[in-house]
Nanobody
Framework: QAQLVESGGGRVQPGGSLRLSCATS????????MGWYRQAPGKKYELVAL???????SYKDSVKGRFTISRHSANNTVYLQMDKLKPDDTAVYYC???????????WGQGTQVTVSS
């Protein structure tokens, strides 16, 4: 059974918005710092945003002011609200648990985000 299930991707025009969801178990949700990564074709995974168990957040410079990460205990879900999307944001987006800046869990299936006119 998958531990991390991403959803919410799609195709939008530049300037548009999407909200990604990462559903997980209560144990994982309550224990781990969670992060959103992305991988563009031919490139490595890059950390986009993370959120600690107490709600502290950190963002990649290129998404600051445009993306917002949040976590909701009612449904053990981590969200990534993405606004003012740019073509450079096009990638497959994944969530993962994080320790010392390193992803710890098996990668899920990810969700494709395509920003194109």
């Amino acid at each position: 059974q998958a531990q991390l299930v991403e959803s919410g991707g799609g195709r939008v025009q530049p300037g548009g918005s999407l909200r990604l969801s990462c559903a997980t178990s209560r144990t994982i949700f309550s224990t781990w710092t969670m992060g959103w990564y992305r991988q563009a074709p031919g490139k490595k995974y890059e950390l986009v945003a993370l959120i600690g168990t107490h709600g502290d957040t950190s963002y990649k410079d290129s998404v600051k002011g445009r993306f917002t990460i949040s976590r909701h205990s009612a449904n053990n879900t981590v969200y990534l609200q993405m606004d003012k999307l740019k073509p450079d944001d096009t990638a497959v987006y994944y969530c993962n648990t994080i320790m010392y800046g390193v992803p710890q869990s098996d990668w899920g299936q990810g969700t494709q985000v395509t920003v194109s006119s």
